[in-house]
């Protein structure tokens, strides 16, 4: 790569939008999130841009934007080329290690600068993400991989094995995604905060728009959520797949009980019933609530723990997310892992720009890894989506494939100065909202 | 309690201590680090203070510094009463427990505020803490718990048997512990990156010092592992407790094929022999490898996992950490899965100020849960105490029961200018250790 591929600057924004006066985003665990966005830039001596972000939900979102900030050094002065080497660098860091290890704010942080690297990347090769990686050797895939913690379970030679098998068909597989995207189903229905008549509303809009899955919020009130899966189910009809999503409520225990007691309205899977650290609760729920699948991801905080769920039997649909572990790079441990165990993958999506990165990773999945789109389908939620530069399309209820070269992460410069916490004139300048 | 009580201000410090100059505290993981401590202090109206922090190794301390400062909006203006009730309400902030949840910067940001708590209250009724809560009633200590996600290995009922049991023979242990002390054991000689006289001669001095167990670091060379576990087996003789710390540095199948290289040096235990988050993989280690015990717990990020770890059989030796998981309250839920599983507690110390913390937590568990020292042990690393008001003091290789009230957290007003980072005199003002 030449000089102008060189990064020159690192430069960090703390996004905030005021979401908790709509109760978008509401569930039993989250009643008034503020989607925010700990946002960075890298910036090229060629003028080129990689943008990323860790998502957040309000307070703290300070925090890990200063968490971003201490990779600086990691990435100034560097060019995107090796981002295995480059990934593993910041992973392996013992100082800032100590501050994890690979979890939590640091490990965010992580995912957000990696991120950020790939969009510059693939805006560098012209190329949306999601083909830059489709369309790479096995071999190379195979370096941009940690597989530290993962060889009694996956090692180097079987992921390359993996790819391989892929590899007859990618060009026919992206042919179909550019001409028929990838299949979504929607969140937009089922927040708590919603009455009746809204989720009523709501499904019915799901079902026009072509979707054949949406997913419910619980967990809150047993009462309440059969009432509300009762309406569910009837406005979309018997055989439509009803997900439900507990976001980390229960205990082993009531996870079982409460789900039982939905059992009636046939939910398609539960999501989060329990801490997301709970790999030996999870495999017990998971016996215990078959046929209904067991569902997570968003907040799984590594591959080693994806590791250890795939192993004990602890979840049907892994539910990575774009922004929690350290990345692209980390992500494609994730896939691989869930490929070798036949685990399919539905992202984790909504948030800030969720949406716009996970459908690269589901279609780079499809290309180049699992070959497949049975039973896989990506979460779409309908917020936010106007502040970004390269917004999803969702036609008849599937992501249109990204066209635009790179991540489709960036915010457009008016969202992140209206937005600008505390700052913001959507703070009032001084944080409030009011 | 009284107007007197009421906390009014919250002060954080950035404090660095430039160890790396020396090698203290060097692992196959950790060459280099910088002993660190995000540092708060709570100060009442009346003038009582509470002092708490997060230990890191250097980069990102600037951070864990931020992450405590998120925390200040649930302490001015509260009292240190019911500190179950605060504890929870830190740690179930929806926002915020988004960042981790329960684990890394977020978390041990509410260890060092809920550990300044308990530094608090023990200050303000004028007992240490060990004995504060050695004393109180068994009902008091469940309420301080958060049984979440618990309740598939403990309920509070059973809490409260574990307890209930220990009563009497209470009086009897205190007074035991306050003319004894409690067992150490010390990691002094074993640094990677002392040369061998080094290790020579601080085996012989841990032996002379009354020391019954050493730690010797390994993991980076296994010749290198070899020549100096066999140094210290012969400078400690057969029989002698020689105990073995991988710092996270193998994969599952690694780690057993390490260790057995050195079984014929009689191991006692082998400490964080992989990834802190491998439940599944401790258990297959633990396997393997018996009658070597598995220990670990440093980075255990909170109960969750050490639940399962306990479940699951993966570890013999729990080594619980004062500033890791969510202070003293969890600890205190740890304490009780280790009871309710029949497992030793021996806690991880070292760093800034674990072991003037720790010991406070080994001496209630003897006093009021487990009741018991046998092969429990409490670690001990010679450095950096000097800048303690209260620091630990080991005599014939014992922990001296600490008299003073408080948590024994407080560094000297002295050392907190000298390390303050980048500011302070030892960094140059600019940061800079040359």
């Given amino acids: 790569m030449t000089d102008a591929t060189l990064i020159v600057a690192m430069e960090t924004h703390d996004v905030r939008f005021p979401t908790s006066r709509y109760l978008d985003g509401s569930d039993a665990m989250n009643p008034d999130p503020d989607y925010s966005a700990a946002y960075v830039v890298l910036r090229c001596a060629g003028g080129a841009e990689g943008h990323g972000f860790a998502f957040t939900i309000g307070r703290g979102n300070d925090v890990q934007t200063a968490a971003i900030r201490t990779l600086e050094r990691f990435v100034v002065g560097r060019r995107p080329d090796d981002l295995g080497a480059l990934y593993k660098e910041m992973a392996h860091d013992s100082q800032l290690r100590w501050l994890g290890p690979e979890k939590g704010v640091m490990h965010m942080a992580i995912s957000a600068v990696v991120n950020a690297l790939w969009d510059l990347k693939a805006k560098l090769e012209g190329k949306p993400l999601w083909r830059l990686l489709g369309e790479m050797e096995p071999e190379e895939i195979v370096s941009l991989v940690d597989f530290r913690y993962l060889s009694d379970a996956l090692t180097p030679g079987e992921a390359l094995d993996i790819l391989r098998r892929a590899e007859p068909g990618r060009a026919e597989r992206i042919a179909r995604l550019t001409a028929d995207g990838y299949p979504a189903y929607t969140t937009s229905p089922g927040w708590l905060g919603y009455d009746d008549d809204k989720l009523r509303r709501l499904c019915k809009e799901a079902i026009d728009d072509g979707f054949t899955q949406i997913k419910l919020k619980v967990g809150a009130d047993l009462e309440d959520d059969r009432r509300r899966l009762r309406i569910a189910r009837e406005v979309c009809g018997p055989g439509f797949r009803i997900a439900i999503d507990a976001n980390q409520r229960w205990d082993v225990g009531s996870a079982i009980s409460w789900v039982n007691a939905l059992r009636e309205f046939d939910p398609y899977w539960v999501e989060e019933p329990t801490s997301p650290d709970d790999v030996l609760g999870h495999a017990t729920i998971a016996r215990a609530l078959a046929p209904i699948k067991v569902a997570t991801g968003e907040h799984v905080q590594n591959r080693v723990v994806f590791k250890q769920m795939l192993q004990a039997g602890s979840l049907s649909v892994v539910q990575l997310d774009a922004a929690r572990v350290g990345g692209v790079n980390e992500n494609i441990a994730i896939l691989l892992l869930a490929a070798k165990f036949g685990v399919p993958v539905c992202p984790h999506a909504g948030g800030v720009g969720l949406c716009e990165l996970v459908q690269h990773l589901a279609m780079f999945d499809y290309v180049a890894v699992s ?25 008849n209820g599937h992501y249109q494939a990204p066209a635009a070269p790179g991540f489709s992460a960036a915010l457009l410069p008016e969202a992140l100065a209206e937005y600008a916490f505390p700052g913001g004139p959507a703070w009032n300048g001084d944080g409030s909202t009011t």
């Fill in 371 to 395: 070959g497949s789109t049975d039973d896989r389908i990506i979460e779409y939620v309908g917020h936010l989506h106007e502040h970004f530069v390269d917004p999803v399309v969702i036609r």
